[in-house]
């Protein structure tokens, strides 16, 4: 089962958990709540559940992204690149396949909330929300990444308040517009 906590302000090794002292957890009703971030676990030997989330929700194209050293060009370059605070135009979706990392989520009063996720995880992150990734300590996933139509891929670090799906993202929060799926 996926873990949420609000994190400490260590801006040291982004690769350890950040715990508050003492630790402050998240549930998944007040993850949604507080930021629109949905999250499901998707047995790895039955993915018809992901089958479903995929055709209800329009995900039309995959492609896989293993982030290791060993795999992923520029390694360092890109760790760095993707814990840079950030958001999209369109929702992130991420399957793990295997290994695990964390996922770093603004909550409504731009507090971090950090989620980890692991094998079988699938966290959808809505557009407009200020995020990062960056691995555990484990320094390996391998995930899938869905996207509706063509790929779009593109950060727009902070800040980016001016942008529509920001301001979007704040007006349907602030009016509980976002629908919690349950599948």
Known sequence: MVKAWFMDNN?????????????EYVSLDDLFESTAVEYFYINPDDRSKLDIIRKERGYSYEDEIN??????PNFEEKLKMFYQEHLHTDEEIRYVLEGSGYFD????NDKWIRIQVNRGDLIIIPSGIYHRFTLDTTRFIRTKRYFVGEPVWVAHNR??????????????????????KIY
Do not use: I, W
């Open 105 to 108: 989520v603004r909550d409504r």
């Open 11 to 23: 801006p040291e090794n982004p690769c350890t958990e950040h715990h508050k002292t003492p630790p």
């Open 159 to 180: 800040p980016a308040d001016e942008m529509e799906s920001r301001r979007e993202y704040l007006q349907k929060l602030e009016n509980k517009q976002f629908t919690q």
């Open 67 to 72: 982030c290791s050293e060993g795999c992923l």
